[in-house]
Structure formats: C-alpha cells, structure tokens
C-alpha cells in the first residue's frame, strides 16, 4: 500500500494524503469538548497518534498542516523532499 500511494505521488508529483491534518485533529479535540463527547476524544487521541508517528519520519515537519499543503500546492518535491533522494 506505501508502494502504491509514494507511486501516486511520484507520478502526478502533487500529495494528497487524506484525513492526515493537525487543522482535523484539532477540529475533533474542539468537537469533542463542545459536544463533551468520549467517543470524539478517543477519535482525537487516535488521529494525534497516528500523525505524530506520521510526522517523525518526515523531514518537512509541516508536511501534515494542510494549510501549509495548500500553501505549498500540493508539491511533492516541497512536502515530501525525502522521496527524490
Ligand atoms: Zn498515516
């Protein structure tokens, strides 16, 4: 499945890496205080989770920003520059 989704990359040259955004995992920390909800809070726990051991092993450590995505349109060479070495 890597091999698919770096393969993806490589050929359109731009990065779309659905639901891996800290402006997500922040919107479900907000959601689950307002509605004071343990299932969205689990939900938060789990995305945090996973974009941090995500964001370690990437040398652009905003690369999981998706402002910061669309700021950079997208670019593979920008967000992910540790694929073309
Ligand atoms: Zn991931």
Do not use: T
């Not at 974009?51 to 092993?57: M, R, S």
């Amino acid at each position: 499945m890597k091999d698919f989704i770096e393969a993806g990359y490589l050929a359109s040259g731009k990065v779309y890496v659905f639901l891996h955004s800290w402006e997500l995992a922040l919107a479900v920390l907000i959601l689950s205080i307002i509605f004071k909800s343990p299932g969205l809070f689990i939900l938060f726990l789990g995305i945090s989770s996973h974009l941090v051991i995500d964001n370690v092993q990437k040398d652009n450590p905003l690369v999981y920003f998706i402002i910061y995505r669309m700021m950079m349109n997208f670019d593979r060479s920008i967000l992910l520059p540790e694929l073309d070495r």
